[in-house]
């Protein structure tokens, strides 16, 4: 497992977002983004894996929009939010367990987490 595996990724954000959502503490936006330090990954890959748990319910206040050309997809994550079913996932999902495993082995886990 890589640091920038789909369940590696998505465990990060999801985490993140919990952590913060039980302290009471506003989301940093810019630690989300794909050039941040805590990411770290191509945009294109952020856009799909953003979309992906907005759709399947994991988070929530995503907005998304096209550019004034229509060719790109861009995601507005000011508002984002863990949904309930994003805590179940993140609590019970095996994938994630492994990639949680994977950062702690490389001592890739933020602080705050």
Do not use: C
Request: hydrophobic share 40%; aromatic share 14%; charged share 20%.
């Amino acid at each position: 497992m890589a640091k920038d595996d789909y369940h590696v990724v998505v465990y990060q954000i999801l985490a993140y977002l919990y952590v913060q959502l039980k302290a009471g503490e506003k989301i940093d936006t810019k630690l989300l983004q794909a050039e941040s330090n805590y990411l770290n990954i191509n945009r294109l890959y952020w856009s799909y894996i953003i979309e992906n748990l907005y759709n399947q319910g994991l988070v929530s206040g995503v907005v998304k929009s096209k550019s004034w050309g229509g060719n790109t997809v861009m995601f507005d994550i000011e508002n984002i939010k863990i949904t309930p079913l994003g805590i179940e996932y993140l609590t019970d999902n095996s994938f994630l367990e492994k990639a949680k495993e994977f950062l702690k082995d490389i001592k890739a886990i933020v602080p705050f987490i």
